[in-house]
């Protein structure tokens, strides 16, 4: 079993390219409630490929880039290298290398399920600031699910043995109160990708539960994905529906 900071060396260039990225109404309820704004401290943690990063960049913060995987820090690194304020930074939720009481606004983007939450809390109240916000941020398959949508999980449970573990501890409500705390609130926004087959392969081998080439389960997923596109497919395309989940709270 891989440790969860060595699970995406090998889908980096899958996850860069085909990982949906965040709302921008979602952005905007980071603005709004939890201090992001042109010149604010913000630690992104479990930055990856720096899909998050480069939203909250464009929005004139200051943000720090805290992955622990060098293949997904060094993609970031390439492209939003750029940007005046970007930094880059070898670390981990739980330990971060970052400043005491220097960080305006803490946020995870599709990360806190691999983080050892209580040594994670512990690190957040260190590096944020009197009345510092923290945010995680989830792109989620609908609870009502579509045709596609359903015969796509029912090809996961067939062939990724490890879909069912993984997924059974994302976005979990009872985790993210223990880490933001009882005031925590949660905002909920419509998001999708429209993927033509390339984009449909290159999301679900971006998942680290995805068996790769090698694996005895590997053609006959992608074959079963195929016959799934096609299914559904209009113009050479299929809507892939999420909701973003944005919970926040104030932690310091």
């Known amino acids: 079993m891989k440790r969860p900071s060595e699970r995406f060396t090998t889908r980096v260039e899958n996850y860069a390219r085909y990982r949906p990225g965040y709302p921008a109404e979602a952005i905007e309820l980071l603005r709004s409630r939890c201090g992001l704004k042109r010149g604010a401290a913000v630690a992104d943690l479990g930055s990856g490929t720096g899909i998050l990063t480069e939203l909250l960049l464009r929005s004139g913060a200051r943000v720090a880039a805290v992955e622990p995987n060098a293949a997904m820090r060094a993609a970031a690194e390439a492209a939003l290298g750029t940007y005046p304020g970007f930094r880059s930074v070898d670390g981990s939720a739980e ?88 005031s925590m609130e949660v905002a909920t926004f419509p998001n999708q990708q429209i993927l033509d087959f390339a984009g449909l392969k290159g999301r679900l081998m971006s998942s680290s539960y995805a068996p790769e080439p ?11 994905l195929r016959e799934v596109f096609y299914r559904y497919q209009h113009d050479g395309r299929v809507v892939f529906p999420y909701r973003t989940l944005v919970y926040f709270a104030q932690l310091r």
């Open 214 to 224: 090698g694996d005895p389960q590997h053609e006959p997923m992608i074959a079963g």
């Open 95 to 182: 330990a971060t290398t970052l400043a005491a009481d220097s960080i305006k606004l803490l946020v995870a983007g599709q990360a806190f399920h691999w983080f050892d939450a209580q040594r994670a809390h512990a690190e957040a109240l260190r590096i944020l600031r009197p009345r510092g916000w923290a945010a995680l941020l989830w792109n989620e398959r609908p609870t009502e699910a579509t045709a596609f949508l359903a015969d796509y999980e029912a090809l996961l449970r067939c062939h990724a043995a490890d879909y069912a573990r993984i997924t059974a501890s994302r976005a979990d409500p009872v985790s993210m109160r223990r880490f933001l705390g009882e």
